[in-house]
């Protein structure tokens, strides 16, 4: 085994784990640092893969943005008494549900194995449509916190 | 090997971030169960950029998902301050939905 599938199969494994330790934890705090920890594992792997531009938009967007904010979100309505929370009862379910994924995946035939960097170039081409549908959703995203915050005024 | 190895943490961390969202009694740990699936989702892309003429569609697809995502995780964030700025608190036992009764 080559280092890149090395450090692939390592990275797998740490966010896995600390995808675990973010629904094992009792304190909400460290549950938004374990799941900020695992997207960046996620982000990483892109990296790893020679795909930078979508390690760029994961790190920033997902970690720097909204994670940032759910942790803090978590430091404020921190629970001075934290409990665990997992129901077990639904360990069954997902483990039916992971064991039918695994064996479709692994019935898959000709996988290609060699990664390739995205096109970046070819992408900025359609850039006018893509500014449009950004320009969309944020105007969907500010009427839906001023309607929010109207009602809260009510 | 790579394209298998991702698309199996997927999984695990989508299944792993479902069980959190169906035990959780915090809306807090609701959001953080809802980013470890959209993760999830973001790995399972991973396939797309092995084949070469499909990377510029895959980037746009992960370009659009990570966007329309984010744009709904922070309509979940005002959503959740609001609710505890009305009801004092984060429980998900709060919330009710259409004709429930509180």
């Not at chain 1, 629904?23 to 982000?43: E, G, H, P």
Request: glycine share 4%; aromatic share 14%.
């Amino acid at each position: 085994m080559d280092t890149a599938s090395l450090a692939m199969v390592a990275m797998c494994c740490f966010a896995v784990l600390t995808a675990f330790a973010a629904l094992f934890t009792k304190d909400t705090f460290y549950s938004a640092l374990y799941m900020s920890a695992t997207l960046v594992t996620i982000a990483g792997m892109f990296a790893l893969n020679n795909v930078q531009p979508v390690f760029v938009l994961i790190t920033f967007i997902f970690v720097g943005a909204i994670g940032a904010v759910t942790v803090a979100l978590a430091a404020m309505y921190r629970d001075p008494k934290p409990k665990i929370q997992i129901d077990f009862i639904w360990f069954l379910p997902a483990i039916i549900t992971f064991a039918a994924i695994f064996n479709a995946i692994f019935g898959l035939k000709n996988v290609p194995s060699a990664f390739s960097g995205s096109e970046v170039s070819a992408f900025v081409e359609n850039y006018a449509v893509f500014a449009l549908f950004f320009f969309a959703l944020a105007i969907l995203l500010m009427l839906a916190v001023v309607k929010f915050v109207r009602r809260e005024e009510v | 090997m790579m394209v298998y190895l991702s698309l199996v943490t997927s999984a695990a961390i989508l299944l792993i971030g479902y069980i959190m969202a169906m035990s959780s009694k915090e809306l807090v740990r609701l959001l953080i169960s809802l980013e470890l699936m959209f993760g999830a989702v973001f790995l399972a892309l991973m396939p797309l950029f092995t084949v070469p003429d499909l990377t510029t569609s895959a980037f746009s697809i992960a370009v659009l998902t990570i966007f329309t995502s984010g744009g709904e995780l922070m309509i979940l964030i005002a959503a959740m301050v609001t609710f505890s700025k009305k009801f004092r608190s984060i429980s998900t036992d709060d919330i009710v939905a259409g004709g429930d009764s509180p």
